[in-house]
């Protein structure tokens, strides 16, 4: 947090990244893939697509891309979430984060990945959020069959 405070998010995610990789059972670990996922979120908000390749280190520390160039623009899907095992709230709330933000981010995609997290963690404090994607995405599906197309606002 307070390297990306400090206008080195480059730096903060190489360093999450690498944590993640190389001690795979660490303390906090949902919490370093949750903070990380964020900073990249805000950094592809900030950054032009010709921007991407900044983050090409702490992409292969993650092994995955972080950031997927689409148009002009950069986008955040959820690479650092998707890494989160194990139960509890923190990792409900990646799973979430998974759902909305993952590729591909289509209506049909969106409400497929919104019902794998309610049959996972069908107690979840955020099955709400769930079945509200779930029940968008169906939406937008039913209404135009744009089951390719990107489900807004959730995937920019």
Do not use: H, M, N
């Amino acid at each position: 947090g307070e390297l990306a405070k400090a206008g080195r998010a480059e730096a903060a995610l190489e360093l999450c990244a690498g944590y993640v990789r190389a001690v795979p059972g660490g303390a906090a670990r949902t919490d370093v893939l949750l903070a990380a996922g964020r900073i990249a979120e805000a950094l592809a908000a900030s950054l032009p697509a010709a921007d991407g390749g900044r983050l090409e280190r702490a992409s292969r520390l993650l092994g995955q891309p972080i950031l997927e160039a689409k148009g002009e623009a950069l986008r955040y899907r959820a690479a650092f979430e998707a890494l989160a095992e194990g139960t509890g709230p923190l990792v409900e709330e990646a799973g979430l984060r998974v759902v909305a933000l993952a590729a591909p981010c289509t209506p049909a995609d969106v409400a497929a990945r919104a019902e794998a997290f309610l049959k996972r963690w069908p107690g979840s404090a955020l099955a709400g959020e769930a079945r509200a994607l779930r029940a968008r995405g169906l939406d937008a599906v039913a209404r135009g069959g744009q089951a390719a197309a990107p489900l807004a606002p959730l995937c920019p």
